[in-house]
């Protein structure tokens, strides 16, 4: 895990630029291009973090290997934080995220997350509308796989790295 930890600062000061730069710029002055713009903020970052999150792959199918009892242990630990520190915030930003992230076809069907089905509908058509950042979710509502919004065609991994 140390190789990931080593990743995240090869790309966390490019986020937190963006963050910066979408925080702070009003809507009139963004620009696209130039120097300073959101591209060259993103290209400044981007093949860190997309190498990182190939990275990944590998290790959240390991957690397979870990022996379940204890990791059960750790999520439910990690649940009670979150209910802790957790808002009503968390139903307009967490929740949307973690809902369209949930690909329920993965290995047969997971039924991920273990929400009743009414929460769902709440999420999509309360506290999600109106955010349009939702349509970057791989997944729809019923985790179910997407195409994803603004790819280009025939990119693959490989075009990313090399250029």
């Not at 204890?70 to 915030?89: F, P």
Request: aromatic residues 14%; charged residues 20%.
């Amino acid at each position: 895990m140390s190789g990931l930890q080593h990743q995240h600062e090869l790309f966390h000061g490019g986020l937190e630029r963006l963050l910066l730069y979408s925080s702070t710029t009003k809507p009139g002055e963004y620009r696209w291009g130039g120097l300073g713009g959101m591209k060259e903020i993103i290209d400044s970052f981007s093949k860190h973090l997309t190498d990182h999150l190939y990275a990944e792959i590998d290790v959240f199918l390991s957690l397979k290997d870990l022996e379940s009892t204890g990791l059960r242990k750790t999520w439910d630990r990690g649940e009670s934080v979150a209910k802790q520190s957790g808002n009503i915030k968390m139903l307009y930003d967490v929740f949307p995220c973690v809902i369209g992230c949930a690909d329920k076809t993965y290995e047969g069907g997971r039924p991920f997350p273990p929400l009743p089905r009414i929460l769902i509908y709440l999420v999509k058509f309360w506290f999600a509308s109106g955010n349009g950042a939702w349509r970057f979710n791989p997944c729809d509502w019923w985790g179910q796989p997407q195409p994803l919004a603004f790819v280009l065609a025939n990119l693959t991994y490989a075009t990313l790295v090399t250029d």
